[in-house]
DNA sequence: TTGTACGCGTTATCAT
DNA sequence: ATGATAACGCGTACAA
């Protein structure tokens, strides 16, 4: 089925297929019909190893993320396929579980499947090995969620939703707010919530309280201890949906009523937030979009030959999803209740 | 950076080099190692295209899912992945967000790709023209959690599950039975789920009902409508997950406990659902397992030469997560209070 | 044990 | 407007 029985069937040459097929003005108009009909009769598609082969360049895309397993990812991972899709592109994805190592690996690999372009979440750009030696491959790729001022990313601001999220906070009288995070070495979008979060305790002149949680296991326990220590929080500010799901678990567990008693607040929107009781409060990053836009960022370039550099570099904007499970903060001293009619 | 650089540094020719990287044992060893350096030292990888064109065959596997937006399919492609990664091999993955007609364009593209194999999820296997089509490329495929005599597949028998659930709810006392799924015509899984519990109602000599929920939105005001109407339901069965959750926030937004008044069961067993409150009860797949196991099998016959046939489906089973969510029917009269202590 | 030469399927260059 | 041909990088049959 390849080109060379389409053009025996068209009655012309491959080159002429070849041409008839990617650059129809070029030929005549009759013959260019011959063979599409030759084409479509024996159902031909072009082999894109002997393209890729050709042209050196594989219509690929690689993406590196940590895991499929957050919906985060998934959700990003699914605006990259759409788009990719569209532009007639193959994705070619690969997870790391958060292990450094296997970025390394993971990357030689995409390398030699010879895709054009990368999109890649590392897990601290910083110090990322990883973005070392793409650097030295010369392919063309885009940060996802990381940022970094010597790298092309597609990110949010993490740090301003937090440090706004938390001045939100205080200015409705919550002043006992935990920040729960997990394993922050993993992730340097964790780390700039945090630092958001410490900036805006400091300019409201709160103590800052860090509360860390271990990655894979389910861990209530801890926050419930917490949550049933004094001084009780009022605000669980929480570096991811994930945890943020188990805080609210947490605090049915420890007799906490969420918002009344306790508020907690999420970081990234994920869908299911949507349908629990109470629906979850967060920091809504638009997930599908990052993977769109880095993919339109990448193909842009691609097409003018040319590689993003840093100042190709997009902050998308977050939404607070002040959904129910936060409120203002209980007040100290208990009121009278109210009247059940106005008197 | 190709195979002549290499055969350049180390003195030899492409062939040996090829021969050193590819079966080391017909080499003599000084020369194995004279390539291993220079091969190091260029940082060389293999061309995968030119190799695929070679040896046609490319090492990759092609994965067809409706959606990454439901976990159940994330963790699928994530067990996949992994076993893909082990393995040397690279998946395609596609999502034809439950459109039949993205089936068919995808399994093209597949094709053109040249995958060795493909592992697939359909809409409904039984009247799929996308499984016609793949019938004729001859390409060896497993399908996932699709269950069809006619092909090899790797699923669950959420019937009988379903129906083993339902005779349990019905030795618990449950009465009013409730079936909640979505849209039938977008899956055969759901189809299958919907028959186990017809049939266990039958066999319990209960009345089944059957609630449809729309698919993308939330939709809890059905499920609250349903809630506020005699005869109130014991027990919602979900076809799914997502849907479960949505009944769960229903519940509460109807004022019924679960699971005191109300027991919902889901199906599938996502992570999340240990984190809710109350937590999920639900019949759980092996997601990943699934797809590790669709992609070993795969590979064992790509070793062989063979493609698997319809002999080649298998069974895993599911397990039944009875956490929170699900509990014993209300007594219809209501008992006096227990007394404090014994008298 | 190692080297030479061909072909996998495609597209671009250069003739015609 | 179309055809012949080379080249992309690799693995292998065959020759040495």
Redesign the interface.
């Known amino acids: 089925m390849s080109i060379v029985e389409v053009a025996r069937r068209a009655g012309v040459s491959t080159a002429t297929v070849s041409r008839a097929l990617n650059r129809p003005a070029i030929v005549a108009p009759a013959t260019r019909e011959a063979v599409r009909a030759a084409a479509h009769a024996l159902a031909y598609?072009?082999?894109?190893?002997?393209r890729?082969?050709r042209l050196q360049k594989?219509r690929s895309i690689g993406v590196l993320l940590p895991?499929?397993?957050n919906?985060v990812f998934?959700?990003c991972?699914?605006g990259i396929?759409?788009e990719a899709?569209d532009a007639g592109y193959?994705?070619?994805?690969?997870?790391t579980d958060y292990r450094r190592e296997a970025e390394r690996e993971?990357l030689?690999?995409l390398?030699?499947?010879?895709v054009d372009a990368l999109i890649l979440t590392v897990a601290d750009a910083a110090s990322s090995a990883t973005l070392a030696a793409l650097r030295r491959l010369r392919l063309p790729y885009v940060l996802a969620y990381n940022r970094h001022p010597a790298h092309p990313c597609v990110s949010v601001d993490g740090e301003s939703a937090v440090a706004q999220l938390v001045a939100r906070l205080c200015g409705e009288g919550h002043e006992r707010i935990v920040m729960v995070s997990g394993t922050l070495a993993a992730s340097d979008r964790a780390q700039q919530r945090l630092r958001g979060y410490e900036r805006a305790m400091a300019q409201a002149g709160l103590a800052p309280e860090r509360l860390e949680l271990p990655f894979v296991e389910?861990a209530?326990e801890l926050v419930v201890a917490r949550l049933a220590r004094a001084p009780r929080p009022s605000a669980l500010v929480c570096s991811n949906d994930?945890l943020a799901?188990?805080c609210?678990?947490a605090a049915?567990?420890a007799g906490m009523k969420v918002p009344q008693e306790l508020s907690v607040i999420g970081f990234d929107g994920i869908?299911?937030g949507?349908?629990?009781?109470p629906?979850l409060a967060s920091i809504a990053q638009p997930n599908e979009e990052i993977g769109r836009t880095a993919l339109r960022c990448l193909l842009g370039h691609l097409e003018a030959g040319t590689r993003p550099g840093p100042a190709a570099s997009l902050t998308l904007p977050c939404t607070l999803n002040a959904f129910e499970s936060m409120g203002p903060a209980a007040r100290r001293q208990p009121q009278p209740p109210v009247p059940r009619s106005p008197a």
Chains 1, 2 share one sequence.
């Not at 193959?90 to 997870?95: A, G, R, Y």
């Open positions: 598609a072009p082999n894109e190893s002997a890729t082969l594989s895991t499929l397993r919906p998934a959700e991972l699914a396929a759409a899709a193959s994705i070619l994805p690969l997870t993971a030689q690999r390398a030699a499947r010879g389910p209530h994930l799901l188990r609210l678990r049915a567990l869908a299911l949507r349908d629990t009781m629906s």
